[in-house]
């Protein structure tokens, strides 16, 4: 009987042990996903008469700050940007300077602010007070666009100015400023009644001023009048009964903005170099608004050179002929070109340089020769290569080919063109044509017909460079894809604008092909390479035939952009109609479906 009670007591131990054991973690809840609330501050919020330097706000959390100095913004600017600190769940902000009189402070804090456990942010957090005996209540805000694309604008200034001239967003600080968000949105509270002229602005000194020819601008055409309004929706109280809602708003709340930078970067000369003895390059910042004019400082006589541009005419190559220039090392060249003045007057500016060749292969080739036999080198004999013809061209593609250097002669009657009807040369009309930009470039015109195969004979020494190079014979093969390899675009417009210009795009949103929308509406773009594409519509008031940035002491938009919403397959052998209402273009929802924001892009 005493060993069952010791076993019983035992088992009895044991099973208190396991029960005391078997407790396990704490859950500890479920997940914060709450940003920080405000408690309370001192001042509190829009509070009057503020005298002090600093705010005290307290939330009921404890806090961090990120990057609270990029993203704090006080309107109106202060000279110091005040200091902020976060102390436990405070939030201390102190001015180093003093507050004007009679004025609304806003402080504007972005994202900076988030919660120390979880990292939540607490979104467009703002307080205000008052320094005098009322506070502004009128607020406006928007959206920030880029001109050329209509991606939104993240982290750029949006300002305004209680007088309508342009000179003042050049010279004096905003009378309120805030930062767009990463969705492009922005909105300017604590605004006294009146009118008021907006403008955005990347500042790269940051001194609330456009005052540097790289940063871009966005401004309003018309001023704002900031009034309080109301918004109506349908509400549904039940399955059949819906009824109109009237919510208050501070209006405008749906203002755009767009970005461009104006065509105002001085001409300057950003690089030169020679690489090769014969030739010299020159690359400027922008393109050049005329000729570039050579002198070498040091030859008299005719230029022994030829100048050849680039297709934007912001670089310059400059090939050598004379056998003196080219042996020199040093070569002294005076160069004149146009720029601008401040009264924006076209004069020529003058350089003068030294474009000197350093023969980095002399020493290595010097070694090369030592180790080996003369008699061992083959004799080359230099020749002028014809480079970039192809196999296979595109129904609208150019025959074309180009040489390493300009040439000093051509003869057309060495080039001859036959077209292969089953397998047998049948001669064809060509003529050879120069390009007036490109120097080294040439293209075959002749009639083509899709899907048919073609033969280009260039004879022996048909091209002779400047520097006595010719080319050797040649027979080239090519043929022209069949029209079953293309698809077609068809558009019919009801209202067509009277300056639209449809252009077709790339991924990359390189122009592929563009066209003036007729007055009927009805236009088409055969000949498309199967795949995505994108579609938009330039409002081309000056019919240049391309997108042209704004400019703001004219008081010029940049031109504006239509969007088709999607982007169109384009299939081998198919005709496509594309519906498209131009009229009907919501930049919200073109944004939403095609720059890959958030929801919080479209209009609140």
Known sequence: MRIVVKVLAVLLLLLYWSACASTGYPTGGPKDEDPPVMLKSSPPANALNFLGDQIRIEFDENIQLTDVFQKLMVSPPVNTQPSATARGNVLIVKFDEELQQNATYTLDFADAIRDNNEGNILENFTFSFSTGEYIDSLAISGHLFEASNLAPVPEALVMVYADAADSLFRTKVPLRVTRTSSTGHFSIQNLAPGSYKVYGLEDSNRNYRYDQPGERIAFLSDLVVPSVGFHERLDSISADSVVVVREQAFLPDSLQLFMFQEDNAPQYLVDYKRDVRHRVDFFFNRPLEGRLELEATDYSGAAPWVLERSMQNDSITLWLSDSTLIRGDSLFLALSYPVRDSLQEVVLERDTLNAYFFDRSTESEGRSRRNRKEEDDPVVVPELKVDGL???????????????????????????????????????????????????????????????????????????????????????????????????????????????????????????????????????????????????????????????????????????????????????????????????????????????????????
């Open 390 to 604: 192809k196999n296979s061209l595109e129904i609208t593609e150019t025959l074309a080919f180009s040489f390493a250097a300009p040439l000093e002669a051509v003869s057309e009657e060495g080039l001859r063109l036959f077209e292969l009807v089953d397998s047998v040369p049948k001669p064809l009309a060509m003529t050879l044509q120069g390009d007036s930009v490109r120097l080294r470039r040439f293209t075959v015109d002749f009639k083509r017909q899709a899907g048919a195969s073609y033969v280009l004979e260039i004879d022996s020494a048909a091209f002779t460079s400047i520097y006595g190079l010719a080319n050797r014979p040649l027979t080239h093969k090519f043929s022209v894809k069949t029209e079953d390899s293309y698809g077609i675009m068809y558009f019919d417009f009801e209202e067509p604008g009277a300056h639209w210009l449809l252009q077709v795009l790339n991924r990359q949103e390189q122009v592929l092909r563009q066209a003036k929308v007729p007055a009927n509406g009805k236009m088409g773009f055969r000949y498309l390479k199967p795949g995505d594409y994108l579609l938009r519509i330039v409002e081309d008031v000056n019919d240049n035939g391309r997108w042209d940035t704004g400019q703001l002491d004219e008081g010029r938009q940049p031109e504006r952009l239509i969007y088709y919403p999607e982007t169109v397959s384009v299939r081998a052998n198919w005709d496509h109609m594309v519906p498209w209402n131009p009229a009907e273009f919501d930049i919200y929802d073109f944004v939403e479906r095609m720059r890959k924001t958030s929801t919080g892009n479209r209009r609140r």
